[in-house]
């Protein structure tokens, strides 16, 4: 299985070739330049990098970036993003139906490794992220087989973290 593994996994070097690389299933490793929100990251191979699956509150989109306040708890998202992947880090992405967003970035599954935290799980089972799949992005609108569920456990009420002042009683 390790053979098969190694065989899948793409190097990723700048240039023209790499948009043929990806492709639905293409595997991935790269390093974190750094964490734009919760959820896009710059990477030093692949530049922009959409975690797919999952949204996080806005902080840098157009509307923040034309004045508007970020979205509650966006920043909050974004310090845990960089929490999990401090420039630097190691990751394995793992691609699913559509190589590419709208704007460009690179649609992916993101494993710190090599621990092989699943970085789109991580951020909601923690509350910072929620679950959100498009059908034209992601197969059957489920993580890669090899991932933990990005839902938080049967029961669970996930309404993200108690970020209210704290006093002492």
């Known amino acids: 299985a390790a053979a098969i593994l190694s065989s899948c996994i793409l190097s990723v070097a700048p240039g023209p070739s790499l948009a043929a690389e990806l492709g639905a299933g293409a595997v991935l490793m790269d390093r974190v330049d750094r964490v734009v929100d919760g959820d896009t990251l710059v990477l ?31 920043p909050e998202a974004s310090a845990a993003t960089k929490a999990l992947l401090p420039q630097g880090s190691l990751v394995r992405l793992e691609t699913d139906m559509a190589p590419r967003d709208k704007y460009g970035r690179a ?7 090599p621990d092989d935290t699943f970085i789109n799980g991580r951020l909601v089972e923690q509350g910072f992220a929620r679950v959100k799949a498009r059908a034209s992005e992601t197969a059957a609108l489920q993580p890669p087989p090899c991932s933990p569920a990005l839902a938080p456990p049967t029961g669970a009420v996930n309404r993200g973290p108690d970020l209210r ?3 002492d009683k």
């Open 44 to 74: 030093d191979n692949l530049g922009r990098v959409r975690l797919i699956g999952m949204n996080t509150p806005e902080v840098v989109a157009p509307a923040q970036r034309q004045g508007a306040p970020p979205q509650c708890f966006g």
């Open 107 to 113: 649609l992916a599954y993101v494993f710190r490794e």
């Open 165 to 167: 002042p704290q006093t």
